[in-house]
């Protein structure tokens, strides 16, 4: 004797989208258990009727349309109607795989050239209208589960992936040199796109990346446009490290110089001279090597530097060195010996005084004769 009373529950697992119940033909009164994130299509002689929710449900007469428990007495309680339960897998199914069979060419924006790629990646799927994936791909097949679905969504996926995929690239803001960076922003794009067209199905999709993007390497017009862009970056880059460099040359070459300085400067202080004194020295014995001054560049000079009246004679000097290195004439040069000769003894005289007289009297003596020339 049949059983009056059946219980009809999901027995598939997680990657099942859709899965038919053993039992049919089921008596009024059979108990319907649906979990959470399930539906449960009802169906009789081929026609989705009903759709029940998570829960248990009694399949009888006040929730069965059609059927009317007067026609099931004959037959013991069990319906005369062909009757049959699909159930529907809600949940979110994840790690999908995609990928396109062949490479689309489009013209690559930055530089404009024809390029051929192919894309892959994973998708997430889930069911959103359960009597549509039903009527439209499920049929009278008993399961249907991710290989099955993807086998039957591949020939619709390689339709509308495709053009989406060269048309995105195409129009796109950056070019297939940059194209890894932007796998998010190819990813959504194409995300976009393809929802309503799993709609259609009943189907959500739920997520959709871009992982691998196929370039053509090895092919000569995209490894030419390759190493255009890779020196358009690298040159750039290295004429910004010279200009470092060379910066970082200037500086340090500039505290060299600072620090030199400072050197030269702490030493005239400990000799007690300045810079002007040592620039008077640097002119008298630049006056010393020129023949035109004959013996007082070695005499007269000499002893003014030995006598510590560099300032003093740097004013004379200041006074004669354009006539002394740049002579005009002999008439003047026969006048400038004579005076010459006479400054010269009177220096060694004085000369002769130092030490055995005061300094200040040396030194006024020796502006005397400065003066006097």
Known sequence: MADLVQIIQYEGDNSTFVWKAKETDFNTGTQL???????AVFFMNGQALDLFGPGRHTLETQNIPLIRKFLNKPTNDKTPFHCEVYFINKTEQMSIKWGTDSQVQYIEPTY???????????MSLRVENSRKLLVKLVGTEKTLGQTELVQMFRAFLMARVKPYLAKTMQNGQFGIFEVDSHMGELSDALHKQ???DFKDYGISLER????????PDGDKAYESFKDIHIRQYTDVADAQ??????IIDQQTDAQKMVIESAAIAQKRAQEGYTYQHERSYDVAEKVAQNEGIGNFSSAGIGLGMMGGVAGGMGAVVAGITADAINPTSTATESNE???????EQRLKKLELLKGKIPDEKYEA?????LNSI
């Open 33 to 39: 258990i649906v979990h959470e994130s399930q539906e």
């Open 112 to 122: 404009k050239f024809p390029l051929k790629i192919g894309a892959s990646g994973e």
């Open 194 to 196: 393809l929802i309503p």
């Open 208 to 215: 959709f990346f871009v992982t691998t993007v196929v370039k």
């Open 241 to 246: 490290l010279r200009q470092k460099v060379e």
């Open 337 to 343: 010996v004579g005076n010459i000769e006479d400054f």
């Open 365 to 369: 003596k020796m502006q005397e004769i």
